[in-house]
């Protein structure tokens, strides 16, 4: 026992850095392998302050890069093993319409990489969702295998089972320094730890703990408007119907994209978001003035009231998330440039919940110095020139 005043020295097969979803299925899969795992949280669980919180994410099969499309089969069965190892519902199938005009790029390639989904007509579209009214020669895809993860019990859920599986998860411990070497040391406020292997899966804080590191990553924190709409008709839109997940691409109006989801969180309240936000510092996401101007919610108030009449077109619930985004819009998995048992996992850009099983998996490979089950070529720090910066 280290006597008063003195940090607790403890060590480990393996030390995780942050608690969302990403670094959670990360030291899941460790402790699968029979690695001594320590997953590290800053803040104590639960919390609402990064990007794994809330309810409800959107899963799906169609996805217009081809490496993401790969990946998701093996989510699919990792979600589903998840639930089977936890003894609880994680997934409500709904199905998931892609709405856009024609030709657009990431639509046309969803309808390459969707494999068994269906080309909608318009008939079809309003049997299948008749509160959605689209515009005059756009789009519709339908991906059957679309739906709702419900995501703050599947955090909970990947948290149990590594800490069923002998795993330690310590929440309130903020990481004060990493000290690199083929042993490394991470102190916190609370202890010092030592492990051979160090995972960074710290979302908008990422760049935080690397810089000390000598690695800064092209990553911009972005504040999401997460909007609730109330059904005009209640239960229209409920999960309990056949209401479906949907996303819009490629509008003029709305060019990074607006998804939704059938009302779950708040009964009769629909959820509808815009694929963007604003630029932001994680430390300061909730200072912003009450009144100041939301653009991306008049954005998805015009889209309301053109494509969904069946909601009232101004939120009656306002909330908040964070997206970390990279330049490209994909994922960062890859080890430190100089240091190869340090591994990172970053930048998911508001689309990551999905992928987190097999996200996990890959960290946990490049960590035990395996051969990705998935390539991880798309996901190199390489393809962004400059982040090695002089340590001081």
Known sequence: MAAPGQPHHASYDAI????????????????????????LEQFILPHSRGSSHGQSRITRSTYPQQHYARMMPDSFRLWQRLEEEAGTTLYRRTGLVVL????????EGCRRNMGAGDILDAAALAQRFPGLRPRAGEVALWDGSGGVLLADRALRAVQDVFRRRGGTLRDGEK???????????V????????????????????NAVLAPLGLCLPLQPLRIDVCYWREREPGRHSAGTAAPCFMAKGLPQAPHGIYGLPALEYPGMVKVCYH???????????QAAPDSPRPHVAILSSFVSSYLPGLEPRPAVLETCLYT???????????????????????FSGHGFKLAPVVGQLLCELSLGEEPSHSTAPFAIGRFPGVLRAVL
């Open 175 to 185: 990481v004060l320094r990493i000290e690199p070497g083929a042993v490394l040391t």
């Open 187 to 206: 102190t916190t406020t609370a202890a010092v730890y030592r492990a051979p292997r160090l995972v960074i899966a710290a979302g908008p804080w990422t």
């Open 100 to 107: 856009g005009p024609p030709g657009d790029p990431e639509l």
């Open 276 to 286: 963007y936000g604003s630029p932001t510092d994680p430390e300061e996401r909730d």
């Open 325 to 347: 985004n990279t330049p490209d819009g994909d994922f960062i998995l890859d080890r430190h440039p100089k240091h190869s048992n340090i591994v990172i996992g970053a930048g």
């Open 16 to 39: 995780v850095i942050g608690a969302g979803i990403q670094g959670s299925f990360a030291a899941y899969h460790l402790a699968q392998r029979h690695r001594d795992t320590l997953l």
